[in-house]
């Protein structure tokens, strides 16, 4: 981590080099529709698309998984576009948002943990821990413009960026429900949530499960700006132009001062901590309760 330049602190050997790029096509570069020069082309892979403005130093970073369930791969190629823009000195902030209607992201993908082995949980929980550290500790400004629901996991994104501008829609709700699916918050996202919302309304929204919508959202404290849905990008950008305003070197010493510990707790007990995940959905109830909840959800489609 060079923190004494104050540029790049995301601590760099958190990447693995993982062997699942399977179906992925990270790196392919094409120009942007209306065309243009370097600033202009866009990158991506099957499920993010990077849309940058170099003269900004701004990139638009869109999710366009079905559902934006945190699948294996989506969490890959969120680490590997995060991290190619990281590595490009170009850029100083991501606007994170949804190509998907109606959804910003449904939270971990539960078709990989459900009638899954254990190994196969293990290197996916590795995963989630791998972006969310990647994220919460980026030495670029992440603002999310939700323009979706944005429930457990989905809120853990959201809640890993800098500043959370929410689409005025009722049906846009977040928050950590994990306990109504009968499932249990680690403490790194418990942390997470108490350093966003404070411990009180952390300790009620967390065993209520609560999903928040956008006015409760706002009034806890887990969204910046409540804004009508066609104005999302719009707020972000002029978020976004905010904490740009601040000299680079400053703002990152700063977040990571505020950051640092909680990413460390996880640092120091990642492997029980994924050993603590796999032996609890890898349980015979848990499997049953994620079956049928998944059931639930195909069913409700129809
Ligand atoms: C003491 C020991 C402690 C140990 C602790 C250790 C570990 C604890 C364990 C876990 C902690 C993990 C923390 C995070 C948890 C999560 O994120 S769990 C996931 C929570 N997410 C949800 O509950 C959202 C469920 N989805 C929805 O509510 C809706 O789908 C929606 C997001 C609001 C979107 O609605 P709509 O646009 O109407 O879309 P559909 O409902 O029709 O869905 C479309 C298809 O997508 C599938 N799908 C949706 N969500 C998921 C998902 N999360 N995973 C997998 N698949 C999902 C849905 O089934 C549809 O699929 P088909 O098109 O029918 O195939």
């Not at 330049?5 to 990270?26: D, E, N």
């Not at 996916?124 to 939700?146: D, F, G, H, P, T």
């Not at 806890?220 to 904490?243: C, H, I, K, N, Y």
């Amino acid at each position: 981590m060079a923190l004494a330049s104050g540029v790049r602190f995301a601590p760099r050997a958190l990447l693995r080099p993982w062997a699942l790029l399977r179906g992925t096509t990270l790196g392919r570069t094409e120009p942007a529709a209306g065309g243009g020069g370097d600033g202009a082309r866009r990158f991506g892979s099957q499920r993010v698309l990077v849309e940058p403005d170099a003269a900004s130093g701004v990139a638009v970073m869109k999710l366009r998984n079905p559902s934006n369930a945190l699948s294996l791969e989506l969490l890959t190629e969120l680490v590997i576009s995060l991290e190619k823009l990281e590595n490009d000195k170009t850029f100083r902030g991501i606007i994170l948002t949804s190509d998907c209607p109606r959804v910003f992201c449904a939270g971990l993908d539960l078709t990989e943990i459900c009638g899954r082995n254990p190994a196969h949980c293990a290197e996916y929980w590795k995963a989630m821990q791998e972006l969310w550290l990647r994220m919460y500790l980026s030495s670029l400004v992440l603002v999310a413009a939700i323009n979706g629901a944005c429930p457990a996991g989905g809120c853990i994104i959201a809640l890993s960026c800098d500043c959370r501008v929410l689409a005025d829609n009722p049906k846009y709700r977040i928050g950590l429900n994990e306990t109504l699916l009968g499932i249990i918050a680690p403490f790194w996202l418990k942390d997470t949530y108490v350093n966003t919302i404070g411990h009180r309304a952390s300790e009620q929204a967390l065993q209520l499960g609560s999903l928040f919508p956008p006015a409760e959202a706002l009034q806890v404290g887990l969204v910046d700006q409540v804004v009508p849905e066609d104005q999302v990008q719009s707020t972000a950008l002029s978020e976004m132009a905010r904490w740009l305003a601040v000299p680079d070197h400053a703002r990152q010493l700063t977040k990571n001062m505020m950051r640092k510990a909680t990413a460390d707790r996880l640092l120091r007990q990642r492997d029980a901590d994924t050993q603590n995940f796999v032996s609890f959905v890898c349980r015979d109830s848990i499997q049953k309760s994620l079956q049928a909840y998944l059931e639930k959800l195909r069913q409700r489609k129809g």
